[in-house]
């Protein structure tokens, strides 16, 4: 694969995208991931539970877009993230520090007005993929 190659990259394990976009796109040694909210993939719902579990949920579905091209969280080098409350700030920490091992991500924490669907959080991230998946 050149690094001027772009390929799409899917996974059944996380939403179908809800607009115009690929949910990953893959280019040379980069995956570049759309953000990602809670939804679950088969019903398109929210999960009606806490914003611990909206956040695996979209972590899982990063995860899934990483294995798809052979990597893992653990190659994400940086997170965009939108919270509609920094009021889940020290949630969202919780969950990532349980998730990742240093060095973490690099990382933004935005607070947005509203996001697609009602979600509480959308992330975005960039990762960097060895070999050829």
Do not use: K
């Not at 799409?8 to 980069?30: D, F, M, N, T």
């Not at 899934?64 to 949630?91: E, K, P, Q, S």
């Not at 060095?103 to 979600?119: K, S």
């Amino acid at each position: 694969m050149s690094s001027f190659d772009r390929r799409p990259v899917l996974s059944p394990e996380a939403p179908a995208p809800l607009g115009v976009y690929s949910p990953g796109l893959r280019l040379g040694s980069w995956l570049f991931l759309s953000g990602q909210i809670g939804l679950e993939p088969g019903s398109g719902t929210l999960p009606e539970g806490s914003f611990e579990e909206e956040a695996r949920r979209v972590f899982a579905h990063l995860e899934a877009l990483c294995r798809a091209v052979g990597a893992g969280r653990n190659d994400i080098v940086r997170l965009g993230v939108f919270l509609t409350d920094l009021a889940h700030y020290g949630t969202f920490n919780a969950v990532m520090e349980e998730l990742f091992v240093p060095p973490y991500p690099a990382r933004t924490v935005v607070a947005v007005a509203a996001l697609p669907r009602g979600a509480r959080l959308e992330v975005d991230a960039i990762v960097r993929v060895c070999g050829d998946a």
